[in-house]
Structures are given as C-alpha cells and as structure tokens.
C-alpha cells in the first residue's frame, strides 16, 4: 500500500524533472546555435580593418589594370601631427578584380570597401571603357551606389595621394566638396549609381565630375603635398617626372561618356549649361559686362532655373525615325544681383528688361555653344534629350527602334535653346555705396 | 450519402489541430493577411515585374492588388459560409470527406511550396547581402527554429506579435521611402503604360500571385472572433499589402531604371544601402533588413502553421503539434532545393506564373461546390433544411 501510494507520488515528480531537464537541454542548445550564428567565431577587430576611404582606377600604357586604394589609418589620439592619417597602396592586374584582389594581399588590414567617398578614373581607362570597373564594383556586396565618381587628367595616384589641410585624406576632401558646396559646384554630383543607370541610356549620357591638380594659388596652403602625392604615386608626375611644389584639388567641368567610354572633357561654364539644360543645376554665378556701360561688370547668382524640353512638331520614330524632329530647349529662371561696378545703377525698369534680355542672350550664346560641343565635338546626348524622347513613346518603340541608332540621330537633331531669365532680388542696398565726388 | 454523413458527423468541434481559445481580432486578420501578401515578395517583386511590364510595373502590382481582391472576396464569402470550419474541412462538407482531404492536400502542398520559397528567398537575402560566410543551412534554422516556437504556440501569438511588428515594418518603410526620395529619378516612371496594356495586364496577373498568397488565411480565418468581418479584413489586408508592393517596385524603378532593377538582385535592398541621413545614418539597410526578416519570419510562421493545421486536417489528427518538427525538416530540406540564386529566381519565377490561377481556383471550386450542392455553416445542408 505504502510502496503504491510512493509510485504514485513519484511519477509526477519524475515527469517534471524530465521536463526541466528537457528544457534545459533545448536552452543550452539554443544558446550554442545562437554563438555560431554570430559571427563571433571569425570575427575582425577594428584595428585589423582598413577602411578604404578612396579608389582610384587606372590603366598602364602595356593596357593592364592599376588599382589604388587609399586606407584611414585611424589613431586613438587626434592630435598625432607626425602620424599619417591614411595610406595609399597600387597594385596592378589584368582586370580590376585582379588588381584588387592584389591589394588585399599587400595589406597587413583587411580592405573594406563599404565606406568608399570616391572613385576616381584615370582618362586612359575612362577612354577605353568604365564598363571594365563597374562590373566588380556592382558585384562587390561593400562597395556603395552612393559613392562619387570622378576623372582626372591627372596620375591617379597622385590625385589621391594629395593632402589638403581640410581633410584628412584626398577622398575625404572630394566628400567634403561634393556633398557641401553643392550650391558652387561647377561639375556634376556623379554618383556610381548615376553613371550606373545613364550608361545604359543612350538618351542620357553620363557626365563625371573631373579632379585636377592645380597649382596652389596661396602658395604654401599644402606644404606637405608633394612629398605625399610622390610617396602614393610612385614618385610619377603628369608626364613620369618628380612633381614638386604645392598642389591642391580642384573639382571643376567634368569628362563627357558615349556609353561606357569617355569621348571628351567640357570645361566649367559647359558643365554648368549642361546641367542647366538636364535640370540638374542647383545654382551659378557669372561676371559679364553692364549694359551700356562696356567699362563696368555685374555679378550675378542664378539661383533658380527650369529647363523644358519641347518637340514643336512632334516625335517622330520608327521609318520617321530618320527625319528625327526639331528640339526647342526653353530655360527660364532668375538671376539675383550680387554685384554692381558701374555707373548704370539700374535704377529704371527698362534698364531691369535690358538686363534680362541681355542676360538671356548670354546664357543663350553659351547653351548653343554647348549643343555644338555635345553634337559635332563630343557626339553624344549629354543633354538628356533622349531621355525626353524615351519618355514621350511606347517603351517597345524606344527600345526596337530609336535607341540603337540615338548616337546618330542626335547628331541630326535641329535644337534651338530658348533662354528667359529674369532679375530677382537686388540685395541689402538699392544702390552702390560711393563718396562724393 | 455516406460520406456527407462522415463530414457531418465530425463535425467543428473535431477539426484537427483546432485551439477552440485561440481568438483573432479584425485588425490582426488584417495585419497577418498583408504580411502574407508582401513580407517575402517585395523583396524581389520588382525583378519578376519590371521585365514584363517596364515602367509601369508599379500600375500591375495595383492591378494585381486589384485581381487579388477578388480572390479574397471569394474567400471572404466560403468564410462567411462556414465561419467555423479550416479550409480542409470547408472542403470535406462540400465535396465530401475522399475529394475534400484530396483538395486539402493541394492546399497543404500550396501553403509548402510558399514557405519553401518565402524562406529561401529570404535567407539568401540574408547570405548574400550580410552573412556571406554563414552556411545557408544555419541560417535556414534559426529561421524554423523561431517558426517552430511560434507554431507552437498557435495563431493567437502568431496575430499579435505581427500586430507588433507590422507596426514597426511600415514606420521603416515609411522612413525609407522619405530617405529615398531625393535619389529617385520620377520621369524614369514614364511612358506611364511602360511596355504597353498587354504587359501590364500580363504583370498584373504575376503580381496577382503574391495577392493570391492571402487565400492562405482560410486556414485559420475561423478563429476570427468577428465572422462577418472575414471579407473585409482580408481585402483591407490584401490592399495594403499590394500597396506596398506597388510602392517598392515604384521607388525601385525610380532609383535604378528598368535596366537597373532587371539586374540586382534584390532591388529593395539596393534602395536600403542607397539611403542615408547626412553623415551619421548610413549603412542602415541592416536596421531596415532586421525588422523585414521579422516580417518574413511572422508570414512563414503563418504559413507553416496554416500546413500544418492542413495536413492534421487531412489526416484527422486532434493535434496539430506532433507535426511540428517533421513538418519543419520538410520545409528546412524544402527551402534548400535551390543550389542558386538563378535556381531559386527560376522557380521563382515559375510559382508567379501559375500560383494565382490556384489562388483564383480554389474559392470559386469551393464556393461554386457550396452554392451547387447547398453546403452551409455547420454542416447544414440548406436544402435539406429547407426541405425540412
């Protein structure tokens, strides 16, 4: 009896020991399935990574691939004048993969490459075809869409490797620049995701922000640049000699693509017409000489512009499609007085249409001289119109019949800028300060 | 004669796997019924549909959001027909017990086959963008490792913690649609009609599959507490969830172009990496991924739990737990069929094309059965009771 009533006390004492035992056992399971999953196992400390803040892209004169990749070198006290903050190192291959694969093993730190400001192109490789790069940067889970693109005349190398008292790498700088001074910029923000999507279109060419060395116009604002830019460059200037002297950046006009491949340069004031015409431009500033007054000037800022892009008889295609059609760019906007050195004060309002009208034609005269450059010089729709004809037909159309002869079709195109800008505000003063005489 | 007594018989209070405490509530039917539609699909939505439609991809995802609605409608009214039953057992009562357990089979092989890709498709999302040095099979199991928990604590747990998430995944989705706008190209939308009406109406009917996933609520639309909100819920459900379908595959054509989308390979993950907020919110689409894989893990937890309760259904089990763990190896096994990305994108592929005429077929068989043979709630037959 007493042996019965001990079983029937157990059995439920041992059921819930087992249960404890079982949960217990999923628990540590579970625990050692989560340290697995964590990455823990391989995991990379920071110091061991190197963030490769820059990449550079070039091509030898035997054709093979040289790659630059310029490394934060982080340390733990910020005011280290003697220690460099970053490093550059070059390797070469015969594809870009090659020679970044070439770069990891020249490393003591595993290259990251997800904190990329900038990638810069040199013009031999940017001539022969981007194509060659995008396809292990776009492949490359690091690497970032939002990365700026650039192309420089310059040795690659030394692009990066210039030290600016801004920043503390050269991609850092081209970051600052790019994503601040916006307002100022006379070059396009090419992003990698841009030049991505655009050298797809043949209606939208891309256009890439251009990096040069130029001579430091204080003299000694970079005293440590020369010896840094040799040190990363190998020691190569522009034409294989030592380069000496201060240098900085400049990021101005921008090289012009025919689908992958570069076909040419457009200076600042060309870049700025062009972005203008592609709705892209957030602001400009030119000097040009006073109405009726040849010996005084006047600054000014553009700060608002809208461009439309009109086919007055309609978009022809398929066997049409050789005709192509007449293209009116009609721009309008408003220019804010920032300057005034002169005797006209523009104090009447037929010296404010004046102004318009010459303003307009100023701005004119520099869109035609632009849709000669991209149709005769250049050869490629940099100016979008494409890209407005893409958007007025069925997709099938565009794709079977215009977009495979675009190139030539543009060339033919009749297009005929139409600039109206008008004066806005006129600043803090009414009229210029000046003595008695 | 025999076998509508059988069903009778049984009855709702034996229906297999049933936890007759188990309550959902209007907003939960609505939430889990979106989650279904667009926590795995969206993913990828927009390189299934871009190819077909163009630009205009966007407009089929609403015209699937569209035919989807009709689907739940139909489902809507077999719930409203047999608010106390699970699908096998809706199908037992009209069809009798051999034709409705072979019916509840193609459902339980349907509701397989979605979890099998829900999960592939977002555990490569996971291996390929983040965890590259994870073996896939780890990964796969921590996934059913959670979808076994949540199926064992039934529909109930499952409905209120994606209340939860579901909460937080469009706040994210919000954000990142606000981040991405001054990335986003409009006019890369135009020609609006895209590749032309055919297309579009062919994309419609691709997107329609990921709409067509909802009919999987009928497994456990019984528990709603409300029964004749059943429709609704799941329409309301369905529409969000294709709007934000249509929205991902939108943005996604915005920032990338048609060429573009055609090529990543998961096009909303690329929008995630693209954004950012100044200097200090960047490389996000971790935070962004994390709270989408909790929105995966909730749908397949759904989804898992509607096969088996169907499969319990079918074979006439009380409890639908015994089935838990072999049911979760069939699907680990399941999602690992695909050696490739282009494997798993073919296949893919393959259920968009042909899923939504089994989402489509399978109310209208149901309720063209109930309305002919005059099938009703609890197993009435309403002739029957009008003869009488």
């Given at each position: ?48 990574v190197g963030f490769v803040l820059g990449l550079g892209v070039d091509e030898t004169a035997d054709g093979r691939i040289e790659v630059w990749a310029q490394v ?16 550059t190192v070059r390797s070469v291959g015969d594809t870009v993969w090659d020679a970044v694969r070439q770069l990891n093993g020249r490393s003591?730190?595993v290259l990251f490459r997800a904190h990329v400001r900038a990638l810069v192109f040199g013009e031999r490789f940017a001539r022969g075809g981007v194509a060659r790069a995008l396809d292990a940067l776009a492949r490359d889970r690091e690497f970032r869409y939002k990365s700026w693109v650039f192309v420089t005349s310059?040795p690659v190398g030394?692009v990066l ?10 991609a850092?700088?081209l970051d600052?620049?790019m ?9 396009p923000r090419s992003r990698f995701l841009d030049l991505l999507t655009s050298i797809e279109q043949p209606g939208d060419q891309p256009l890439l922000a251009r990096v ?42 921008s090289a012009a693509l025919c689908g992958d491949k570069m076909v040419g ?113 250049l050869?490629c729709d940099i100016?979008g119109?494409g890209e407005?004809?893409r ?7 565009w794709e079977?019949?215009?977009a495979p002869?675009w190139h ?30 | ?42 993913l990828a939505a927009a390189r299934i549909l871009v190819p077909?439609?163009g630009t205009?991809a ?63 498709e977002?555990?490569l999302a996971i291996w390929i963008a983040f965890l590259q040095t994870?073996?896939p ?43 991405a706008?001054?990335v986003v190209v409009?006019?890369r ?60 595959t939108?943005f996604g054509v915005m920032m990338l172009g048609v060429r573009g989308i055609s090529r990543v390979t998961f096009p909303v993950l690329e929008t995630a990496r693209m954004v950012g ?5 960047e490389r996000?689409e971790i935070?962004?991924l ?48 695909p050696k490739t990305v282009l494997e798993t994108f073919d296949?893919l592929s ?39």
């Amino acid at each position: 009896m007493s042996v019965a009533r001990m079983r029937v006390k157990t059995k439920p004492g041992a059921a819930r020991a087992g249960r404890r035992w079982g949960r217990t056992v999923a628990m540590l399971v579970c625990l050692l399935a989560a340290a697995s999953v964590t990455g823990c196992r391989d995991a990379r400390e920071i110091e061991s990574v190197g963030f490769v803040l820059g990449l550079g892209v070039d091509e030898t004169a035997d054709g093979r691939i040289e790659v630059w990749a310029q490394v934060a070198l982080p340390s733990a006290k910020p005011a280290e004048g003697e220690k460099q903050e970053s490093w550059t190192v070059r390797s070469v291959g015969d594809t870009v993969w090659d020679a970044v694969r070439q770069l990891n093993g020249r490393s003591t730190k595993v290259l990251f490459r997800a904190h990329v400001r900038a990638l810069v192109f040199g013009e031999r490789f940017a001539r022969g075809g981007v194509a060659r790069a995008l396809d292990a940067l776009a492949r490359d889970r690091e690497f970032r869409y939002k990365s700026w693109v650039f192309v420089t005349s310059d040795p690659v190398g030394d692009v990066l490797g210039a030290q600016t008292e801004q920043s503390s790498s050269a991609a850092l700088f081209l970051d600052d620049v790019m994503r601040n001074t916006a307002r100022s910029l006379t070059a396009p923000r090419s992003r990698f995701l841009d030049l991505l999507t655009s050298i797809e279109q043949p209606g939208d060419q891309p256009l890439l922000a251009r990096v040069r060395l130029v001579e430091s116009e204080d003299g000694g604002g970079q005293p440590e640049g020369g010896a840094r830019m040799a040190e990363a460059g190998g020691g190569r200037g522009a034409e294989g000699k030592q380069e000496v002297g201060p240098k900085e950046l400049r990021i101005e006009g921008s090289a012009a693509l025919c689908g992958d491949k570069m076909v040419g340069w457009l200076d600042a004031e060309e870049t700025a017409m062009a972005l203008m015409v592609c709705n892209r431009l957030a602001a400009y500033s030119l000097v040009m000489p006073m109405p009726g007054d040849e010996a005084g000037t006047m600054g000014f800022e553009m700060i608002r512009s809208h461009a439309d892009t009109l086919f007055p008889k309609g978009v022809h295609t398929g066997d049409a499609a050789g005709q192509v059609m007449d293209v009116v760019i009609r721009i309008t906007g408003t220019v804010d007085i920032r300057e005034v050195l002169s005797s006209e004060q523009l104090m009447s309002m037929r010296s404010i249409e004046r102004l318009e009208a010459n303003i307009s034609q100023h701005l004119e005269a520099r869109v035609k001289r632009l849709v000669e450059a991209a149709q005769n010089r250049l050869g490629c729709d940099i100016m979008g119109i494409g890209e407005c004809v893409r958007r007025k037909v069925p997709a099938r159309v565009w794709e079977d019949d215009v977009a495979p002869t675009w190139h030539e079709q543009f060339g033919a195109i009749l297009i005929v800028p139409d600039v109206h800008f008008e004066v806005g505000k006129r600043g803090m003063t009414m009229q210029s300060p000046r003595p008695v005489d | 004669m025999k076998t509508a007594r059988t069903a009778e018989t049984k009855g709702t209070a034996e229906t297999a796997g049933d936890r007759p405490k188990d309550e959902i509530y209007y907003t939960q039917i609505v939430v889990i019924t979106a989650m279904i539609v667009f926590a795995t699909g969206f993913l990828a939505a927009a390189r299934i549909l871009v190819p077909v439609a163009g630009t205009a991809a966007w407009i089929s995802a609403l015209i699937g959001g569209v035919i989807g609605l009709g689907i739940v409608v139909l489902a809507g009214y077999l719930a409203a027909r047999f608010p106390d039953h699970s699908l096998v057992r809706m199908a037992e009562r009209i069809f009798g017990a051999p034709l409705g357990k072979l019916i509840g089979l193609t459902f339980a092989a349907y509701c397989t086959v979605v979890l099998g890709l829900g999960s592939r498709e977002s555990v490569l999302a996971i291996w390929i963008a983040f965890l590259q040095t994870t073996p896939p099979i780890i990964i796969s199991g921590v996934f059913y490792a959670l979808i076994i928990y949540a199926a064992y604590l039934g529909i109930e747990a499952i409905a209120r913690v994606s209340l939860i998430f579901f909460t937080l995944v469009v706040i994210s989705l919000l954000v990142l649609t606000a981040l991405a706008v001054p990335v986003v190209v409009p006019g890369r939308l135009l020609p609006v009609v895209g590749n032309g009406l055919r297309p579009l109406i062919h994309g419609g009917f691709l997107a329609a599959s990921y709409a067509g996933e909802s009919v999987v609520v009928l497994a456990f639309i019984r528990h709603l507490k409300d029964k004749r909100s059943a429709s609704r819920a799941m329409a309301t459900g369905v529409a969000a969830g294709m709007v934000v379908m249509a929205t991902a595959t939108g943005f996604g054509v915005m920032m990338l172009g048609v060429r573009g989308i055609s090529r990543v390979t998961f096009p909303v993950l690329e929008t995630a990496r693209m954004v950012g907020f100044g200097q200090f919110l960047e490389r996000a689409e971790i935070l962004f991924l994390a709270l989408w894989f909790s929105a995966a893990l909730l749908k397949l937890a759904a989804v898992f739990y509607a096969s088996i309760t169907s499969v319990a259904d079918v074979l006439g089990l009380r409890d639908y737990r015994p089935l838990i763990i072999p049911y979760a190896l069939l699907g680990t096994a399941l999602s690992l069929i695909p050696k490739t990305v282009l494997e798993t994108f073919d296949y893919l592929s393959m259920f968009v094309k042909y899923s939504v005429w089994y989402a489509i077929a399978l109310p209208v068989v149901l309720l063209v059965g109930a309305v002919v043979r005059g099938s009703r709630r609890g197993g009435e037959n309403v002739r029957g009771k009008d003869a009488r």
